[in-house]
């Protein structure tokens, strides 16, 4: 793939294991690869996976949908099995992502072949129609798929990142990561993290 940063051929850079929560906690191995033009490393997330969250992406837009639905934070996270805490910021961030959110999701789907003109009004509601819209145009070519982890693969897992500013702002890189169709060697899609500075000032 190339480097999202220069453009650059990227090749392996080993890797690192990290903890995933679903039903149970998990242990995952997230490959990495090194611009050979510029020397970046980016990590190459599975699209189940949120950047810098712990949790599947299946977990977290469960919640946002209960939230939605009108239920408050404590009888999610009952339901869940997760600090109120964790859950009260999940739909916190989705309050602030929801109407961009909405937006390029419903995009997406229109360029997949959806159409319709019954939307929701109000922001959530409107996003979740959007994750569902956007999945069921998938769905009719490619095949059933995990509604939240398509949403998570078409903006770069990006959606629900643990930020103060909107990650489907413009920018040199594609907003919903267009280059997302190239897969991991198992098959799944991947999308990229950006490098993070390390304590003794390189990076990783």
Request: proline share 9%; charged share 20%; glycine share 10%.
């Amino acid at each position: 793939m190339a480097c999202p940063h220069c453009g650059g051929p990227t090749g392996p850079w080993s890797g690192y294991l990290r903890h995933l929560r679903d039903a149970e906690l998990h242990r995952i191995f997230v490959p990495r690869v090194r611009c050979r033009r510029c020397g970046r490393t980016s990590a190459l997330l599975p699209w189940f996976v949120s950047p810098y969250r712990w949790d599947s992406v299946d977990v977290i837009g469960r919640a946002l949908e209960l939230s939605v639905a009108g239920q408050g934070v404590r009888r999610i996270a009952a339901a869940l099995g997760r600090p109120e805490t964790t859950v009260r910021e999940w739909c916190r961030r989705f309050r602030a992502t929801a109407d961009a959110l909405a937006r390029v999701l419903l995009a997406a789907a229109i360029r997949a072949g959806w159409s319709s003109f019954e939307l929701p009004t109000a922001t959530g509601p409107r996003c979740l129609a959007a994750v569902d819209a956007l999945a069921s145009a998938w769905a009719r070519r490619h095949g059933p798929v995990g509604v939240w982890r398509l949403a998570a693969l078409v903006t770069g897992g990006a959606w629900l990142a643990p930020n103060t500013t909107s990650p489907l702002a413009s920018s040199g890189i594609s907003p919903v990561m267009a280059r997302t169709t190239r897969t991991t060697p198992g098959g799944a899609p991947c999308h990229r993290t950006p490098p993070k500075p390390s304590p003794s000032g390189g990076t990783t």
